[in-house]
């Protein structure tokens, strides 16, 4: 499933506790979904450098079993950012919860 | 299709520094899915479509060339703005040999005008609030400009229009070229 939009609002609730590289948060974001979310991981770079470019994650490089990875953490304004895009969705989800319950279909 | 191939095809049109970082980053990352028993390309997607996604926000090699080449410093960027100047000088001289000396008064605000459009580099806005202003300024010199130009009907006019659209197609370009960078790494034409 590809939820179009939401992989900046996906990144930003998978680094939220603690920083971590490309690969991890892409197989973070498949897991906690239990694979529903399914997004191509070629997409996961552009979307994290757009995240640097609007401050929202600052990224940094560290030594990993002897490579050299780069690490992105969460930011304040990405901070409030996901706490505006968690209220938006719920909002949306609710709002589409209600339309399908009226047709029966939830 | 190998990594290789998939990173030539993301790289594509890129600068050689967005290039690397691209390399760098994918070629990681394909190490971590390697080490997880995961060496399915296919996981990465579609890389014309990761290429117009990179496009979006790293440097491509001509917005690159466009920094390196044209206005690699802030000495550059002024040899175009005395060129500017001259050029309406030159108008104005032409204006008062052929007769036209109504015109040549016009000359003086064209001239302002055409500076401030280039007066980016030196007042160097960074705040938002002083990059607006700005915006503002220079969008109104523009426009006044363009009806001073265009009401003095006169063939010499063209040319100062001419530098006119060259500034604001230069102001294009750096305003796609500040959304990719940080300002520190701004270059100097990036404030126009």
């Known amino acids: 499933m590809n939820l179009r939009g939401t992989l900046p609002t996906l990144i930003l609730e998978a680094i939220e506790r603690e920083p971590d590289h490309g690969y991890s948060i892409a197989q973070r974001i498949k897991e906690r979904s239990k694979r529903v979310l399914d997004f191509k991981e070629g997409t996961l770079y552009p979307a994290l450098h757009k995240l640097e470019l609007d401050g929202m994650v600052a990224s940094y490089e560290e030594m990993e079993k002897g490579r050299t990875r780069r690490y992105y953490r969460i930011t304040k304004s990405g901070h409030d950012q996901l706490a505006k895009d968690r209220q938006e969705w719920q909002k949306v989800s609710r709002a589409v919860s209600l339309i399908l319950k009226e047709r029966g279909l939830a | ?192």
């Open chain 2, 1 to 192: 299709m190998t990594i290789e191939q998939w990173i030539t095809i993301a790289t594509r049109k890129l600068a050689p520094e967005s290039a690397e970082q691209v390399r760098r980053e994918i070629g990681e990352h394909f190490q971590c899915a390697l080490a997880a028993g995961n060496s399915d390309i296919a996981s990465l997607g579609d890389p014309r479509k990761a290429n117009r996604q990179y496009r979006k926000v790293l440097l491509t090699a001509p917005e690159a060339k466009l920094i390196k080449g044209v206005f690699p410093d802030f000495a550059s960027w002024w040899k175009y703005a005395i060129l500017g100047v001259s050029n309406v000088l030159i108008c104005a001289g032409a204006w008062a040999i052929s007769g036209h000396s109504d015109l040549v008064w016009r000359a003086w605000p064209i001239g302002v005008l055409l500076l401030l459009q280039y007066a980016g580099p030196l007042l160097c806005p960074k705040t938002p609030q002083h990059l607006r202003i700005w915006r503002i300024a220079r969008g109104a010199g523009f426009i006044v400009g363009m009806v001073f130009l265009i009401t003095t009907w006169n063939w010499m006019s063209y040319s100062i229009m001419a530098q006119f659209f060259f500034v604001s197609a230069c102001q294009i370009r750096a305003t796609v070229i500040r959304r990719k960078l940080s300002s520190d790494r701004w270059p100097v034409f990036a404030y126009i």
